[in-house]
């Protein structure tokens, strides 16, 4: 969403985001959190292309802001989390490392729930091994996690062609560099899940053109022995956090 159509969309709203950035020597990170920061935190990670308001159906629900701390990030390189000069890609360990940081305004001691969608569940699965302590539970919502079964679209290559480029916003560019990092980093990943100790739910739409339904499949196999939930909709496509928005709360209330 433009400036503007944020500015109209929370015009009347009595619950409005907060808006933060954190920045270093090598990486900047913009967010937005509602509700009470005392509150158990629940992270939301977009996949590629998109942006924090990707998940705004469930950061405007009245009843996770008065239950939760909402925090909603820029991934690395996307919206406001670019660091300039800017990078052409961050891998899954840069991104981990990057968004855990936005934890710091929760004040709650309470350990973390991550929602990430897309290419956004392989990050959450990477912050889940890298930091087993804060986390509770990770929901990954059509998880592009299966290095084997990556998907490339007929138009893919021309997404690296300059002309092509300076036609195209910088969020599909960056989707698009991200895109043939995939392979690499998700094998790189195959050797993480080992390490997730949280509780994980895997949700994946019978009907998702975007995300191959194998990656459910991959999951159950990475995720053999853990404490796992798997749960197959027929008839959602990929945008399973506005298809079935209650599956994804029952989630978040069956934490407490």
């Known amino acids: 969403m433009t400036e503007k159509e944020l500015k109209l969309h929370y015009q009347n709203r009595l619950s409005k985001p907060l808006f933060h950035i954190v920045e270093n020597d090598s990486i900047k990170l913009h967010y937005v959190t509602l509700g009470a920061d005392t509150a158990q935190p629940v992270l939301f990670i977009h996949g590629a292309p998109g942006s924090w308001d990707?998940?705004?159906?469930?950061?405007?629900?009245?009843?996770?802001?008065?239950?939760?701390?909402?925090?909603?990030?820029?991934?690395?390189?996307?919206?406001?989390?670019?660091?300039?000069?800017?990078?052409?890609?961050?891998?899954?360990?840069?991104?981990?490392?990057?968004?855990?940081?936005?934890?710091?305004?929760?004040?709650?001691?309470?350990?973390?729930?991550?929602?990430?969608?897309?290419?956004?569940?392989?990050?959450a699965a990477k912050i889940a091994a890298l930091y087993p302590e804060k986390i509770e539970k990770i929901v990954l919502l059509s998880p592009a996690i299966d290095p084997d079964t990556e998907k490339f679209w007929w138009f893919s290559k021309f997404g690296k062609v300059f002309l092509v480029r300076w036609f195209l916003p910088e969020r599909m560019n960056t989707a698009t560099d991200e895109k043939f990092a995939h392979i690499k980093e998700l094998k790189i990943l195959k050797n993480d899940w080992k390490k997730i100790n949280s509780a994980v739910t895997v949700m994946a739409g019978g009907q998702d053109w975007i995300v191959d339904t194998t990656n459910f499949s991959f999951a159950k196999k990475m995720l053999i022995g853990k404490n796992a939930k798997f749960i197959f909709i027929p008839e959602s496509g990929h945008l399973i956090s506005h298809s079935r928005p209650d599956l994804v709360k029952k989630e978040l209330f069956m934490t407490r």
């Open 54 to 123: 990707g998940y705004m159906n469930l950061l405007d629900d009245s009843l996770l802001q008065h239950n939760f701390h909402l925090i909603s990030v820029d991934r690395p390189g996307y919206g406001k989390s670019q660091k300039f000069p800017k990078k052409r890609t961050y891998t899954l360990e840069e991104q981990a490392k990057s968004i855990i940081l936005a934890l710091k305004s929760n004040h709650s001691n309470k350990k973390v729930i991550i929602i990430g969608r897309s290419y956004g569940a392989p990050v």
